[in-house]
């Protein structure tokens, strides 16, 4: 079992920035390739962004790259989504989710492949 919990979300202008964290506690944290997720009411959850467990490969959905990064810290137990250049369309409640995997190089834009799923943390970008 792995507990996770999302925090930074918060309102914020376009063109400004926030870091959202998600802290983890449970399992070995470096056992799980890490990504998060993004969700606006009565739409379908989307992939943002995601991290190998040896934090060496990520990968991002394309209308956020340039723009967001994410990173882990092992030792920590925290992954993190840098985000900046905000536009109102990333306007919506960030999930941070968790996959466990053999391979220390692997990760993941599937939903279905992440079995942890914290609370979420809600992001407004304001015009």
């Known amino acids: 079992q792995v507990q996770l919990v999302e925090s930074g979300g918060g309102l914020v202008q376009a063109g400004g920035s926030l870091r959202l964290s998600c802290a983890a506690s449970g399992r070995t944290f470096s056992d799980y390739a890490m990504g998060w997720f993004r969700q606006c009411p009565g739409k379908e959850r989307e992939f943002v962004a995601a991290i190998s467990r040896n934090g060496v490969n990520t990968y991002y959905l394309d209308s956020v790259k340039g723009r967001v990064t994410i990173a882990r810290d092992n030792a920590k137990n925290t992954v993190y989504l840098q985000m900046n250049s905000l536009k109102p369309e990333d306007t919506a409640v960030y999930y941070c989710?968790?996959?466990?995997?053999?391979?220390?190089?692997?990760?993941?834009?599937?939903?279905?492949?992440?079995?942890?799923w914290g609370q979420g943390t809600q992001v407004t970008v304001s015009s």
């Open positions: 989710a968790a996959h466990r995997d053999s391979r220390t190089w692997y990760y993941t834009d599937r939903v279905d492949e992440y079995i942890f």
